[in-house]
């Protein structure tokens, strides 16, 4: 395989900056609705919802810079192009569904409901 056949096309990197983005600001709209903890006498340093807003900030900027960057290179341009997975990637594709369907199933099923204390 050279180098070029191992490139990522624009339009998977166009789509990705947007999971991103959107990922990044659910994050920092998350981080930004939790108690401040005001009444305890928390500072703006010590708000349980600095760091993760940071991150989702950073998350949302990174995110757009991609976008940007797949743009530039054509990577808007989604409906000419048609994904057909390989088998690998097939296999991988179920794997990572039963993955986050028994993750699923353990969050919603044990935590919190008697089975698991926490």
């Known amino acids: 395989m050279s180098a070029d056949e191992k490139k990522v096309s624009p339009q998977a990197d166009f789509i990705a900056a947007w999971v991103w983005v959107a990922f990044g600001l659910a994050v920092l709209i998350g981080a930004w609705r939790m108690d401040r903890l005001e009444s ?28 940007l960057r797949a743009a530039r290179a054509g990577g808007y341009r989604l409906g000419h192009r048609r994904w057909s997975p390989s088998p690998d990637a097939r296999a991988v594709v179920k794997r990572v569904g039963a993955f986050l369907a028994l993750g699923l199933a353990y969050a919603a099923g044990l935590v919190g409901h008697g089975g698991i204390p926490f």
């Open 40 to 67: 305890q006498g928390a500072t703006l340093y010590t708000a349980p919802g600095l760091v993760p807003g940071i991150l989702g900030a950073v998350l949302l900027l990174f995110g757009l810079l991609l976008a």
